[in-house]
Structure formats: C-alpha cells, structure tokens
C-alpha cells in the first residue's frame, strides 16, 4: 500500500509540473503577442513627422456675423494664388456648418486646390469670460494658437477683414528670411508718431517706436512653443487688462516690447489700412510696388468712410468662384474705384489695381485694354 501511495504521489507531482510549464508557455506566449499588438500600436502612432511643414498654411478666427467677410478672405487667397492653400479656421458651432458645407463645395469645385480643418473656439477655463470678450468676441483665440494645433508648424494669421490682392506665396516667403531669433513677422501700427496710437495713447509697454499692428502675423508656431508663447499671455492680461484696449494685440506688442529680436517688421503694403492712406501717402512702398493685402480695420469695408476700401471689398464679393472670366473682378474692381466718392485713398486708385493686374495677368489671360490701363513694370 505503500509503495502504490508513492506512486500515486509521484504521478501527482508529475502532472502538477506539467500543468504549470504549459501555463508558462502559454503566458508567455499570450504576454508576448500582447506586447507585440502594443508596439504595432504604438508605431501607428503619428510623431514628429506629422507637424505640417510642407503646406501653406492660412489660418483666422470667426464669431457671430463675420461669416461673409471670412469667406472673401478665403475667396481672394484663392483668386489670387496658383499654390494649393490650407486653412485652419476656429470658429463656434454656430457657424462650423456653414464653413464645412461651402468650403467642401469650394473644394471640388476648384479641384482641391485648398484644404482646411474647422478647430472650436477653446480658451482656458480660468478667466474663460475674460478672454472671450477681451476684444471683439472671440479675438483674442489666436494667442492660444500655439498650444492648440501642434500638429501645424507654421502659419500666417490674418484678421477677417482682410483681402489678399496678390499671391499668398509672397507673404509666406519671409519665413524663410527670420533669423534665429525671430519667431514671428508684423508690420508696425504707424511710422508716423502723429498717427500712430501707440506713441500718444498707450498707457503699456509696445514695441520700439510705433508699436505693431497684428492684423496680419507670420507664426512660426513650433518655435514659439520653445519660446513658452502661451505662458506668458495670462499674466499679461491679468496686469494690464484696465489698459488694453486692443486686446490680444496689445499684449502681443507687450511680448515683443520686451523681446524686440523676435520679430520681423514687414513693409506696410502686406498690412494695409486706411492710415496708410486717409491723411495722404503713409506707405511709399504701397504706391512703388503695389498693395498686396488689403486690411478694412474699423469696419472700413462696410461703412462709407473710406469708399475705396469698400469698392475693392464688393468687386470680391459679387465674383462668383470657379468661373473663367477672371478678368471680370478686374473690371470690377476698377469701375467700383473709379466710382467711388473722392477720398485721399482713393486718388490713389493705382496702388490698389497694380498687384491685382499684374498677378491675375500672370495667372489668366488678362485682356490687353486692362493692362495698359496701369503701368506695372
């Protein structure tokens, strides 16, 4: 009896080691085709090289009723540039339909000749209120920009209430121009201290002289991450919020007060505005060469106080995307101006068609009684 409960207990021990080399085997097995799911998973994962680099890359912020405006903006990027152009536009849910809808229209219809992505309207929640309503509702998103779309590495920013009336292709060049401290490109607000608003009203620290005009901004937005952009916008505003009137551009001429190497000044022809024009001829380098964007601050595209501005900004409107007679927005143009009431910008009617002819001249088959209307040599 015995000897057979030895046995028995031998078979046992037998069975049991058996029992638990297969369990190792198995889990093993198991664990390691669990970790090799996790890895392929982990590779499908997009890192660095999906920053978009190798785009041009237009982006703004639309609230409320500048629905129509925007989407001149985006019309005379695309009248006036051959390059397919991608936009990155943040705007509320009221109006996130409305974009995808006629943008997706506008995208066949042009043969993908531009793309875009819809990003919602995403402030921090402490002192939430406080930067919806800084400025005009919404405005002050483009601080945050940084922070909010990694996957872009750089951007031109524009307000709404700008035309582009020459190649986007032109203003995007200058990023190849900063220096390695530079990390964003403006003009400034005035060169003319009688004018500009910074040197005789500003109770903040701006930048150099005249202080800048942030309607139009180059970002290179990866080296602004490095540079802790976003960091610095809430102390700012919490410090100086009395007496920024301006809001998100006035703290932006307090970062670059105090960093002055960071940025590259443009001429005033890609930042347009009737202050270059309303007193007489404030910007030499528009009347030479041409504007090339056109900025309707104070709602200068809609009221009649400066009617050239406003004859440029219909002409747009009526053109209808995708049809041929591209030379038709010239004609538009021109009649509108020469329509216009008498105005100090106005008498300067040829800066504002010098670009548009020369670019749609290059792009299309302009008719010749056009172009001997301007000399565009």
Not at 289 to 297: I, Q
Not at 350 to 375: G, H, W
Request: hydrophobic content about 40%.
């Amino acid at each position: 009896m015995r000897k057979f409960g030895s046995s028995k207990t031998f078979s046992l021990i037998i069975i049991s080691a058996l029992l638990v080399y297969l369990y190792h085997i198995t889990s093993k097995t198991s664990n390691t085709e669990s970790s090799r799911k996790h890895y392929s998973k982990l590779m499908t994962i997009p890192l660095e090289n999906t920053i978009l680099t190798d785009k041009i890359v237009l982006s703004f912020v639309v609230c409320d009723s500048r629905f129509n405006e925007s989407l001149n903006l985006v019309k005379s990027v695309l009248l006036f540039t051959k390059t397919p152009v991608y936009f990155v536009i943040f705007t509320d849910d009221n109006l996130r339909h409305s974009f995808n809808e006629t943008l997706s229209n506008w995208k066949i219809l042009l043969k993908n000749k531009l793309n875009f992505e819809l990003q919602k309207i995403n402030f921090p929640e402490d002192h939430e209120d406080d930067w919806m309503n800084l400025f005009s509702k919404c405005a002050a998103q483009r601080l945050f920009i940084p922070k909010l779309i990694p996957h872009i590495d750089s951007m031109i920013y524009v307000d709404t209430d700008t035309l582009f009336l020459g190649p986007i292709d032109e203003l995007w060049g200058f990023f190849s121009n900063f220096n390695s401290s530079q990390i964003s490109a403006m003009t400034v607000e005035d060169d003319n201290p009688n004018v500009s608003w910074y040197p005789r009203f500003a109770k903040h620290p701006f930048y150099g002289k005249y202080g800048l005009n942030s309607g139009v901004m180059l970002m290179n937005l990866t080296r602004m991450r490095n540079f802790g952009w976003v960091d610095y916008v809430t102390p700012i505003m919490l410090k100086w919020k009395l007496f920024i009137p301006w809001g998100d551009q006035d703290i932006i001429n307090i970062i670059f007060h105090y960093h002055t190497d960071a940025v590259l000044v443009l001429s005033c022809r890609y930042n347009y505005r009737a202050d270059q024009c309303m007193y007489g001829d404030a910007c030499a380098d528009a009347t030479a060469r041409g504007v090339h964007l056109l900025h309707g601050s104070r709602r200068a595209f809609h009221n009649h106080k400066q009617p050239a501005f406003q004859a440029i900004y219909k002409a747009i409107d009526e053109y209808e995307l995708g049809t041929d007679s591209t030379h038709s927005l010239l004609n538009s143009i021109e009649k509108y101006l020469s329509e216009a009431p008498s105005s100090n910008c106005g008498n300067l009617k040829d800066a504002f068609l010098r670009v548009p002819i020369k670019t749609l001249n290059e792009l299309y088959s302009v008719p010749t009684r056009v172009q001997a209307e301007i000399c565009i040599n």
